[in-house]
C-alpha cells in the first residue's frame, strides 16, 4: 500500500466540524437528554462499605412508597458460570462484569451496587433506595496494591486461585493474572553498565473525570426486544456487554448512541445499561439511570494506582545495557488493571538487549479499573522515563541525545517480541530538540521560585479492531457517510474528510452519521486510538466501493466498459474519448436510468496498525514553601502519521497533556481507613482547569503509517503518556529531588524537598 | 432468473411482524409523538374562497400577540421559474409544488395555505392564524370537470397554455394536457359488432382517508442543516421536494421518517415539511406543525373526480372488436391528475386489436390530487368493466367466460404498446370462477330487498424505482436489513424475511430497520405497489454480497478459496472438504478474525416489474326504498406473484376494497355554490367501518413475476380497482339498473330505481 500524500485536497485541512453547531448551541442529544413517554426515573443503592458481605436485603418499605415500580437486586440478574470468553477480539469474563453491575454476596468496594430503584420521579426514587435495608458483616479490606499481595491479605474473590507468586501454590489470592517479557542476559547486561540507576515508584488511583456522567435509558418491550439509549464509547461494545451480564441475545438490544460527553476509556465498559434494561423489563415502562458525579469517581472505573520498580543501567556510551521493570497494578476488585499494556509499553520506547518486564494485576477493595487512555503505560513511563533521566544525567549527556542513541526505529525488537514497522519516535525526539521551546533558553529561578525543564518520551501500540461504514452518494451529489463509531475526538469529521478526500467532494459536502447497532455493520467501540485508523480505513474502502459503482453507472451511460471510465476530483471521464466527462453532480442526477443509487460499503479488521510516540518538553516553576509546581511551558511532539485534521490531532494533544499534567500534580482517589472515597466531587477530586494551565504548544510530527490508505496513526492516547514524568524531570532540575510518587502534589513535594534538605 | 420457490423456507410462511408490538402498545413513534426542547407550534391560515386574489395580507396584529414567533407567507419562498424538473424518475414542478405550499397572488381552492404561524403553543397559533388580516378579491370558481374544459370557464392559472382541445390553440386553458393511445381501426371495429354499449360515467373526488393527519417536525440549525421529522411515504421523495420547492441542496436537509398512519399515496407529497423549515429557520426553534381532520380533507391531495365516455362493441362470440374510452380527470388547483394510469390500465385487462383512449387532465377549483392506490384506475374500470359486463350480458355469456375470451395474456399488447410478461389475469378469473363464492348459488332476494352478484377486474402496473438496502451479520448470527422504505404494509416483514431466506435465518433472527435519509442509499417512496418489489430486490441482492463475504470469510479462516465455500440453510461448508462446515452463528463469532465484520450493501431500479391483475366477485343486497347497499359477501383473487407473506397480501387485498366499497358507495366531497368543503369531516366524510363490511375473502393466485429472484409482483393497489364496478354489476343483477355515477350512494341509486321505474 503507498501513501501518495501530494495528492490530498482535503486531507490535512482544517473544515469546521460536522457537529460543531449542534454542540455549541446546545442541541447535540447526550444521554441525560433521552426523555420517553411514561419514562420511569431510577437510582442505584450502593455500598458503604469497602467490603463485606451482604446479609439480607429488604426491599419491602421500598416497594411501599407511593410511585416505586421496581427494585432490583442480584437476584434478578441471571446466575453466569466463571471463565473467561470472546467479545470480538477482547476478553470478556461476564460473571464478574455481572457482579460489578450489582453485588452478588458481597460488596466489594465502597459504591458497590447493592440494589436498584425505578419509581415516578428521581426524587421518588432517591427516598426509596434510602428505606432499602441492607444487612452487612463487615469484612477487612485491603487498598494497597503491595498489602493485597501480601500472604493473609484480605481476599476479595475467594475463587481466584490463579498463582500469582513465582511458586506455584494453589492458596486463594488477589493475584488476577502476572506476566513477564524477558529477553537477553540481564545479569551481565547490569555488569556492563557504568551507571545503574534503580528506583520504586507509586502512583494513585487517577478518574478520566469526563464531564458527562454515566447514563441510560432502556425500553424493553414484551416481545423481548430493547432499545437502550447511552452515552458510551461503543455501541455494539455496550450490547455486547448487556448480553453478556445478561445472558440474552446481543441481537434482542439495539443500542442506540448518545452523544458523548467525555470517555477516555471509562465509557467502553458499562454500569447502568442492563439494570435500566431489567427495571423496563419488571415495570414495563422505559427507565433512565443517570450517575450523580460521587457515582462515577466511586462506582465507575478510574486507572490503576500502582507499585513500579524499575533498574537500569547504561555504559559510558550512553547505550543503555539492561533495565528491570516490575510493576504490580491495582485492577480494582475484579481482574482486568492494564498491567498488560504497561508492560509492553513500558520500555518499548528504546532499543534493548537484556530487559525483564514483570506485571502483576491484583485486586484491591477499590472500583473495578477501566481503560484510561493509553491505559497503563503513564504509570510506567513514570518509572522508566524518570531513571532514564537520571541515567543521561549520571552520564553527562544531554537527555535527548540519551534517547537518540537508545531510540527505537523501523526493525526495533519492542518488549514483547514484535519489531516495530516504520515509526517516528526519533523524529519525536529531533522535533522537541528543534522546537522554540527547547531551543530557548533554560527558564531562570527567580525570587523564591525554583524553575527546571525537563523532557520524556511514551509509546502506544494504538488498536485496530472492527470497523464499518456505509457511504451514500445523494441525489445533489453529495454524500453521507455511515459509521458506527461513537464521535468523541473529532471523528465525524475525519471520516467525513477521508471520503470527502476519496470522492472528490468538499469536507462539508460528506455528512456524517453516527448509526446504532442495527443500522451499520459491527463496529468495535472508540477507544484504542482506533477510529480514524480504522473506522477511516473502512470508510476509505466503501467510498472506493461506491466510486467502483459510479464508474459503472457512467460506463452504463456512456455504454462504455467500467474500467474505461476514469475517477478523479469528483467527475467521472472516458479514457477512451476524452469528451466524455461528468461530474459527481451530474452523475448523481442520472442514476436513476444508469442503474440505480449508488451505496458504498466496507468492513474491516485492519492488520497495519501504526504505533504513536511521543516526546514533551516541559518547564516548571516550584514554590519550595509550598510544593506547588507551576506548568510554565508545555511542548509536545508526536508522531501523528497523515494527520487528518491536525486541529483535532493537536486538540487530542492538548487535552492529553491537560489530563496528564493532573495526573502527575494533583489527581488521586484518597481512602480513609474504612476504606471509604473521601474526595468523590470535582471540588476536592482536584483536575487541573485553564488557570492552571499555559497553551500547549504542539508539533506535529507527521510519519505516514504504511498499513493505512491515508497514512492514518492513533493519535489519541500517547500524549498522555510522557507528561508526569517530564515534569518530575522538570521539578528535579528545579529542586534537586527525584520524584517517586504521583501525584507529586504540595505536600509530597514539600516533604522531598525537606527530606533532602535534612541529608545535606 | 430462475425463481426456485419449491426451496423457500422463509417466503411464504407468516411470521408476527417486527414491528407489531411496538404499534400494538402504542410505543412506535408517529409524526405527532416528536417533541424536541423548546420546539414551538405551528398553524396554517387557509383560504375560505375557493378561487380569489389576495390583494393584501396584514400579519401585524397576529406578530403582536404575545407567544407568536414567526408569521410565514408566501413571501418567504424563494420565486422558481415555470417549468419540470426531474426527480428521480418523476416530473416535478417545484413552482407549483411552492404555489400549493402557500398561495402566491391568487387562492385556487378553499383550504389553500395562505400563511402560517409558530408561536409558544398550538392555541395561540391557533389565535394568531385568526389575527391574520387577508384581503380577497372573489374571483368566479369551476369545481366540475366538464365545466372547467369549457371555453370561457373561469382559469385557473393564466400561464397554462397547453392546448387542451383537439385543434391546437394558444388560449387560456385549464387543459394541462392530454393524451392518447390508440391502435387498430376504430370505425371497423364497431362495425364488426354484434352488440356496442356506451355509457357516461361521473366519479367524485374522494379522499384517500388514513388515519393519522400530516405532521412535520423541523429543526433548522444556523449551519444551513434542517433535520424533519414527518410522516411520510419516502423520507428522500420528502427531502427531495423541499430542496426543490426551497431551492436549497437535498443534501442539507435530513429527512426523519416517522411511522406512518396510512398514505395510500396521498403522504407521497409534501404540504408542512417547508413550512416548519421555514418557520424554524426564522424563530431558531424547532417547530410542529399538525393538520386538523379538516385542513386534510381540505387541502391535501384527494383523488381525482371523473367524467368518462366508454363505448365498446363486441361480436357473437363474445370477442371484443373495439374499445374506445374518453376520460376527463380533475387534477385539482395544479396540473398532475392520474389520467395517465387511468388510459394506461383502463381496457388493460384484454387483448384488444382496435382501440382509443383520450385522457385529458383538467385544473378545478379543488385541492391538487394526489396518487390514491393505483391512482386512476379505479375511476376508469368503473366505466371499462360495467360495459364489459353489459355486453357480456347482452350477448348471453357469462361475465368470466367473457374475460377468459378476451383476456390479456403473457404477450398481449397493452394499450399503452408493451407486450405483456407473464401474468396472472386468466388465472384470477379462473380462480373466482372456483371460489366457493362463485360456486355457491346466486343469493335469493328476500322480503323488500333486491340481491345480486356482480363482478370486475382490474389492472395495475406496478413500480419499480430505486432502492437501496443493507444487511448487516449481528455478533450472534442474527442479522439486521436496513432500507429507506417507510413500511406502510408490512414491509419491515417482507424485507427481513426475504434477508431471512438468503441467510437461511429465522424471520425473527433478522431485525428491520427503516433509516433516515443520511443513513441509507437513496430509495424512492412507498407507493406503486413497489417496496416488497424492489426494495425487497435490493434486500435479496445485499443479503447476496454478505453471504459472498461470509464465505470469503470462512475461506480464510480454513485457508481455502472463496469458490470451495457453499452457503445454505445459514451454514457455511466446504466444497472440497465435506467436514468442514460452521452456521452462521459460529462464523458470526470468528468473524473478528477472519477479515472483519460483515456488512451486505446493494441499490437497485429493476426493471422486471410484474404487472398485477385482480378479478373480484361481491353479492349485494339492495333496499329499493332508501337505496341503501349491503355488502353481503365478498371475494378477492388477485395474482399476487410470490406472495413473501400472505396474511400481509391478504390484508392489503381486504383494505383496498374495504376502501373501493367506500368509494362505491359512499365516499364523495360535497362543495357548495360558493366552492366551499361541507363534508370535511370523518363525521360526514362517509367512510365504511367494520359495521359496513362483511369479512372480505381472499384467494391468493401466485404466478411468479420472472423479473424477480423471488417472483414478487406488487400487491397493494391492483384490489382497489375491481369494487365499484363490481358492485355497480352486482347492484344492476339486483336492481335492474346500470349506475353510472360513483358514489352509488342511496339518493343516486334511489334515483335511478325511480327512473327504470317511470320508464316501464
Same mark, same amino acid.
Given at each position: 500500500m503507498e501513501v501518495q500524500e501530494h495528492k490530498f485536497k482535503v486531507i490535512g485541512t482544517r473544515p469546521i466540524r460536522h457537529d460543531g453547531v449542534d454542540k455549541v448551541t446546545g442541541r447535540a442529544k447526550y444521554g441525560a437528554d433521552i426523555?420517553?413517554? %411514561?419514562?420511569?426515573? /431510577? *437510582?442505584?443503592? *450502593?455500598?458503604?462499605?469497602?467490603?463485606?458481605?451482604?446479609?439480607?436485603?429488604?426491599? +419491602?418499605?421500598?416497594?411501599?412508597?407511593?410511585?416505586? !415500580?421496581?427494585?432490583?437486586?442480584? #437476584?434478578? =440478574?441471571? !446466575? $453466569?458460570?466463571?471463565? @473467561?470468553v470472546a467479545m470480538g477480539e477482547l476478553p470478556m469474563n461476564p460473571r464478574y462484569l455481572s457482579m460489578n453491575l450489582m453485588a452478588q454476596?458481597?460488596?466489594?468496594?465502597?459504591?458497590?451496587?447493592?440494589?436498584?430503584?425505578?419509581?415516578t420521579s428521581s426524587h421518588i426514587a432517591e427516598e426509596a433506595v434510602k428505606l432499602i435495608k441492607v444487612e452487612y458483616e463487615l469484612l477487612p479490606h485491603v487498598q494497597n496494591v503491595l498489602d493485597a499481595m501480601k500472604d493473609n491479605a484480605p481476599i476479595l474473590l475467594p475463587e481466584l486461585r490463579t498463582s500469582g507468586t513465582p511458586e506455584k501454590s494453589d492458596k486463594e489470592t488477589n493475584i488476577a493474572s502476572q506476566l513477564r517479557f524477558a529477553r537477553g542476559d540481564l545479569e551481565a547486561g547490569f555488569k556492563a553498565a557504568a551507571v545503574v540507576v534503580e528506583h520504586e515508584f507509586d502512583t494513585a488511583m487517577v478518574h478520566q473525570g469526563y464531564i458527562e456522567p454515566h447514563n441510560a435509558v432502556a425500553q424493553y418491550n414484551t416481545d423481548g426486544q430493547t432499545t437502550i439509549w447511552t452515552s458510551t464509547q461503543g455501541a455494539f461494545t455496550a450490547r455486547d456487554q448487556c448480553a453478556l451480564a445478561l445472558d440474552i441475545p446481543a441481537s434482542s438490544i439495539k443500542v442506540v448512541p448518545a452523544e458523548i460527553g467525555g470517555g477516555f476509556g471509562g465509557k467502553i465498559g458499562i454500569y447502568l445499561e442492563p439494570l435500566a434494561l431489567l427495571l423496563s423489563k419488571k415495570t414495563g415502562k422505559p427507565v433512565k439511570l443517570i450517575m450523580s458525579r460521587a457515582d462515577v469517581l466511586r462506582a465507575t472505573g478510574p486507572t490503576s494506582g500502582s507499585h513500579i520498580r524499575v533498574k537500569m543501567g547504561a555504559n559510558k556510551a550512553g547505550k543503555i545495557t539492561a533495565a528491570q521493570v516490575w510493576m504490580a497494578y491495582e485492577a480494582g476488585a475484579f481482574p482486568g488493571s492494564p498491567v498488560g499494556a504497561g508492560c509492553m509499553t513500558a520500555l518499548a520506547p528504546y532499543d534493548l538487549e537484556n530487559l525483564q518486564i514483570d506485571g502483576f494485576d491484583v485486586l484491591v477493595n477499590k472500583p473495578k479499573t477501566a481503560a484510561y487512555r493509553a491505559p497503563g503505560s503513564t504509570n510506567a513511563a513514570m518509572g522508566t522515563e524518570t531513571v532514564v533521566d537520571e541515567l543521561a544525567e549520571k552520564l553527562g549527556i544531554d537527555p535527548l541525545e540519551f534517547r537518540r542513541i537508545n531510540g527505537a526505529k523501523e526493525g526495533t525488537a519492542q518488549p514483547a517480541g514484535p519489531k516495530f514497522p516504520r515509526i517516528g519516535f526519533l523524529e519525536t525526539v529531533e522535533a522537541i530538540k528543534n522546537s522554540p521551546h527547547y531551543q530557548s533558553?533554560?527558564?531562570? +529561578?527567580?525570587?523564591?521560585?525554583?524553575?527546571?525543564? %525537563?523532557?520524556?518520551?511514551?509509546?502506544? =501500540?494504538?488498536? /485496530?479492531?472492527?470497523?464499518?461504514?456505509?457511504?451514500?452518494?445523494?441525489?445533489?451529489?453529495?454524500?453521507?457517510? @455511515?459509521?458506527? +463509531?461513537?464521535?468523541? %475526538?473529532?471523528? *465525524?469529521? +475525519?471520516?467525513?474528510?477521508?471520503?470527502? #478526500?476519496? $470522492?472528490?467532494l468538499k469536507a462539508e459536502e460528506v455528512h456524517p452519521v453516527v448509526a446504532d447497532t442495527e443500522s451499520i455493520g459491527h463496529t468495535d467501540m472508540t477507544g484504542g486510538s482506533r477510529v480514524t485508523f480504522a473506522t477511516g480505513y473502512a470508510v476509505y474502502e466503501a467510498a472506493q466501493d461506491a466510486v467502483n459503482q459510479l464508474k459503472q453507472r457512467a460506463a452504463t451511460l456512456w455504454k462504455a466498459k467500467p474500467e474505461e471510465v476514469v475517477y478523479q476530483d469528483g467527475a467521472v471521464s472516458r479514457t477512451t474519448n476524452g469528451n466524455e466527462s461528468m461530474t459527481l453532480k451530474e452523475l448523481a442526477g442520472k442514476l436513476p436510468r444508469a442503474g440505480g443509487p449508488v451505496a458504498g460499503r466496507a468492513s474491516v479488521n485492519p492488520r497495519g496498525v501504526g504505533p504513536a510516540f511521543a516526546t514533551h518538553v516541559v518547564d516548571v516553576e516550584v514554590d519550595p514553601e509550598t510544593g506547588k509546581v507551576e506548568i510554565l511551558r508545555y511542548t509536545a511532539t508526536q508522531?501523528?502519521?497523515?494527520?487528518?485534521?491536525?486541529?483535532?490531532? &493537536?486538540?487530542?494533544?492538548?487535552?492529553?497533556?491537560?489530563?496528564?499534567?493532573?495526573?502527575? $500534580?494533583? #489527581? &488521586?482517589? =484518597?481512602?480513609? &481507613? !474504612? /476504606?471509604?472515597l473521601r474526595n468523590a466531587g470535582f471540588l476536592d477530586y482536584r483536575m487541573p482547569t485553564c488557570l492552571d494551565l499555559p497553551m500547549i504548544e504542539t508539533i506535529l510530527v507527521e510519519v505516514p503509517n504504511p498499513g493505512h490508505p491515508i497514512g492514518v496513526r492513533g493519535v489519541g492516547e500517547v500524549p498522555i503518556i510522557p507528561p508526569p514524568a517530564a515534569i518530575a524531570n522538570a521539578i528535579y532540575r528545579a529542586v534537586g529531588v527525584r520524584m517517586t510518587e504521583l501525584p507529586m502534589s504540595p505536600p509530597r513535594l514539600c516533604k522531598a524537598i525537606a527530606e533532602k534538605s535534612a541529608k545535606k
Open positions: 426523555s420517553l413517554p %411514561g419514562m420511569l426515573h /431510577g *437510582r442505584v443503592l *450502593r455500598s458503604p462499605h469497602a467490603h463485606a458481605r451482604i446479609k439480607s436485603i429488604d426491599t +419491602s418499605a421500598a416497594l411501599a412508597l407511593p410511585g416505586v !415500580k421496581a427494585v432490583l437486586t442480584s #437476584e434478578d =440478574f441471571p !446466575k $453466569l458460570a466463571a471463565g @473467561v454476596d458481597k460488596v466489594l468496594y465502597d459504591g458497590h451496587a447493592v440494589a436498584a430503584v425505578a419509581a533558553p533554560q527558564p531562570k +529561578s527567580g525570587k523564591g521560585k525554583l524553575k527546571g525543564r %525537563g523532557v520524556a518520551s511514551g509509546f502506544w =501500540f494504538n488498536a /485496530g479492531f472492527q470497523s464499518s461504514a456505509t457511504v451514500n452518494i445523494n441525489t445533489d451529489g453529495t454524500a453521507s457517510v @455511515v459509521t458506527g +463509531s461513537t464521535d468523541i %475526538g473529532g471523528t *465525524r469529521a +475525519s471520516c467525513a474528510m477521508i471520503a470527502a #478526500e476519496v $470522492l472528490g508522531d501523528v502519521g497523515k494527520a487528518v485534521h491536525p486541529s483535532y490531532v &493537536e486538540g487530542q494533544m492538548q487535552g492529553a497533556v491537560a489530563q496528564g499534567v493532573g495526573w502527575a $500534580l494533583n #489527581e &488521586e482517589y =484518597f481512602y480513609d &481507613e !474504612k /476504606g471509604t
